[in-house]
């Protein structure tokens, strides 16, 4: 019999696999008891022991790829659309969208706790010299193949009337018809617009809307009834391919062009083969993730949003699930 003389080796395997996978600390996503934490332990163990008998058996292994999902819907679509391409082509893997910010995205990416950043755009350097050039733990996995562009808009319609207001260094003679205020999303997003604000001694606050959902909303709402606002916003965004809006032209330092980037765990890319290796070489374009950014704000969920888009897109699916393997 061939078990006998199996278990010596996959055990012995598994013991130095555990040493590596266990955190030395404890996991900020899922902080667990000393009991637990022994359970889950001899959970795993189990759990491996029947992988690699699998293997021995030819059997492909079960695998779980956990991958950060932002609070911006673009973001979500990116990442919809990977977790969607990676189970339609590997039938023994399953994808975990995490719902986190980008700071803890990025420290989850480091410990292993997360495997993918599908998007960043830049907005914490700090942390990207960290992990991916002191610590090494994170491995730049290249451009997604969007450019980001972030700035100030105002409605198309309010810039025809007003063609001085697209002059950033004018826009004090506008501020009463903005109530002194420059619209924003999320109050967590990373933004300069106060440095812009006193850099240009503008008569302006920064107001935050709460959410990129209400921000939407007030841009919307303005749009509509013609009446002036001044926003942060930023492309790529499906709101552009429903809404006509006019950017203002702030100084470039502030908010230069940004190819959008992918960043993986460097353990993760070095050890799970084809599907890392397909996180770090996918691309898409500003067209298809608007497409499913959109069927995300329309109440889908990112992996519902990518499936619906895949069915009228065959082709490009059969690109993408054609890339390796």
Known sequence: MLLPRLVPRWFARLASQLARLVPRRQSRLKPRRPVLAAASALGLLATSACGVLNEA?????????????????????????????LEAKWDHVSVELVNLGQAEAWDALATGQ????MEDWGALPDRRELY?????????????????????????????????????????EFAGDFGGEVLE??????????????????????APTGSEDALIEEIRAADEAGEPL?????????????TDLAEVELPAEYYPDRPLHKYLNRYFLQ??????????????TEQEQNEVARLIARGLTPRAAAEEWARDHPERVAEWLGATG
Do not use: C, S
């Not at 058996?57 to 990977?82: F, H, K, N, R």
């Not at 050890?271 to 890392?276: D, H």
């Open 114 to 117: 997360v495997h993918a950043l």
């Open 132 to 172: 991916v050039e002191e610590k090494r733990n994170v491995t730049d996995a290249g451009e997604l193949g969007i450019t980001g562009r972030v700035g100030w808009y105002v409605p198309q319609a309010y810039a025809d009337a007003h063609p001085g207001v697209l002059r950033a260094e004018n826009l004090g």
């Open 230 to 242: 001044l926003a942060y916003f930023w492309r790529p965004h499906w709101l552009h391919t429903e």
């Open 57 to 85: 058996a030819g059997e492909e292994t079960a695998e779980t790829i956990v991958i950060a999902l932002p609070d911006w819907t673009g973001g979500q679509a990116t990442a919809g659309m990977a977790r969607y391409l």
């Open 271 to 284: 050890t799970r083969g084809e599907p890392a290796e397909f996180l770090r070489d996918f691309t898409w």
């Open 185 to 206: 999303g999320d109050p967590y997003h990373a933004t300069h617009d106060e440095e812009i604000i006193a850099g240009l001694g503008l008569p302006l606050r920064p």
